[in-house]
């Protein structure tokens, strides 16, 4: 029996299905929304990763307290409340290492363009191949 779920979210249509997947498919279970956003990278120098990294983690709580509203509100469409933590990293592997601590994970996939493809979708890739417990792939 599935009880603890991880639905990773980045404020797109799609992971926002994934969310209403999660609630709809999984209703006794506990939901758990995670938003994980990109670290700079070293490719940039010291200085410009150390600038960049103060903006992204502003941006990343900015963008968290955009995504814990919006989570909460697609909850409340079902009735039910869901917890929402916010990571910085390469998304893929945070979501891989966090989701050892659950039953399954659902995420978003794009279909858009091939740049869609290649940055969302590999992503969901990423978990897909990596994760230790199921993985539902939402379009």
Known sequence: ???RVLVAMDGSEVAERALRYALEVHE?????VLHVAGEPSS???EAAEMALAEDLEGKARDRSEELIERAGEIATEYDTTVDVEVAVGRPGKRIVE????????????HDGSLVDRLLVGNVAQTVFRGSPVSV???R
């Not at 006794?28 to 758990?32: E, F, M, N, S, Y």
Request: no cysteine; proline share 0%.
């Open 28 to 32: 006794d279970a506990a939901v758990v």
């Open 43 to 45: 490719m940039m120098g």
């Open 98 to 109: 966090r989701a050892e601590d659950f039953d399954t994970v659902v995420v978003g996939t």
């Open 136 to 138: 539902t792939v939402v």
């Open 1 to 3: 029996m599935i009880t």
